[in-house]
Nanobody
Framework: QVQLVESGGGLVQPGGSLRLSCTVS????????ISWFRQAPGKGLEGVSC???????YYLDSVKSRFTISRDNAKHTVHLRMNNLKPEDTAVYYC?????????????????WGQGTQVTVSS
């Protein structure tokens, strides 16, 4: 069956770095756009980044120049490299598969989600 599994979260000090991984199974990764979303305590889902099947990338304005999304279809994995982390980046991070071609920020375009990984940025 289709699965997306996030890993790589943790506790990091402000200014630190983390690399999140989304490992997929049950479908050919190369045929799907994949995105990262996050949800901070008491807030709604927020789109962070998206990578298309062709490698085009999109970012939330507040993470541009700090976060980098990449994909390795052969390893069935999408990564999110996060540098210069800030306390406001604290959230549960989810990866999701876009089930149809549409606006990447529209959560209704996604048909499968991972279980999430916690990222906490604190001194």
């Amino acid at each position: 069956q289709v699965q997306l599994v996030e890993s790589g979260g943790g506790l990091v000090q402000p200014g630190g770095s983390l690399r999140l991984s989304c490992t997929v199974s049950g479908f050919p990764l190369e045929r799907y756009h994949i995105s990262w979303f996050r949800q901070a305590p008491g807030k709604g889902l927020e789109g962070v980044s998206c990578i298309s099947t062709g490698g085009t990338t999109y970012y939330l304005d507040s993470v541009k120049s700090r976060f980098t999304i990449s994909r390795d279809n052969a390893k069935h994995t999408v990564h999110l490299r996060m540098n210069n982390l800030k306390p406001e980046d604290t959230a549960v991070y989810y990866c999701a598969r876009m089930g149809s071609v549409g606006a990447w920020l529209d959560t209704g375009e996604y048909d499968y989600w991972g279980q999430g990984t916690q990222v906490t940025v604190s001194s």
